[in-house]
């Protein structure tokens, strides 16, 4: 546990890296891209042996599920309805086995889609109540503001 977190928005998670593979494989399968299970092996282990040179951990370590159980960090799950990269089960999933206080929002989009204004300000309520931030330490978004771009490219 790394007690300088206070909260955590979880967008799109997963519950283990293989398995998010696997049924990658399996939508191309269905979608008319058959790859071979050995290309996926052979790709993994590429990938594997990268992440594991530069940053030093190992990719098959990567389940969150496994850990879901014994994390008490605050937590605000999101998925997309109709996101078709990381589906939505993934969410529930690690929502359901979430040991700490938790919520979770469904949208509507995809993986890629931009979050709806409610969900953006649910996420700042969330993490300045984690924070316990005060009420004049809150960001407020003027009508018309760009939520998606970064904050040193907004006006003023």
């Not at 993986?111 to 316990?132: D, I, T």
Request: glycine share 8%.
């Amino acid at each position: 546990r790394d007690p300088t977190i206070s909260g955590m928005v979880l967008d799109s998670c997963f519950t283990d890296l293989r398995r998010l593979a696997e049924e990658m494989v399996a939508r191309g399968k269905e979608q008319g891209v058959n790859v071979p299970g050995f290309v996926v092996s052979v790709a993994l282990r590429m990938i594997k042996n990268s992440i594991k040179a530069q940053a030093g951990f190992n990719i098959k370590r990567l389940c969150p599920a496994e850990h879901a159980g014994r994390c008490f960090v605050p937590a605000m799950f999101v998925a997309g309805d109709h996101d078709d990269f990381i589906g939505r089960h993934h969410s529930e999933a690690l929502h359901g086995r979430y040991a700490g206080d938790k919520n979770i929002m469904f949208v509507d989009g995809d993986h890629n889609s931009p979050r709806p204004r409610f969900c953006l300000q649910a996420a700042c309520l969330f993490l300045r109540s984690c924070m316990r931030l005060s009420h004049d330490r809150e960001l407020v978004a003027t009508p018309g503001t760009n939520l998606l771009a970064p904050p040193w490219l907004a006006p003023g």
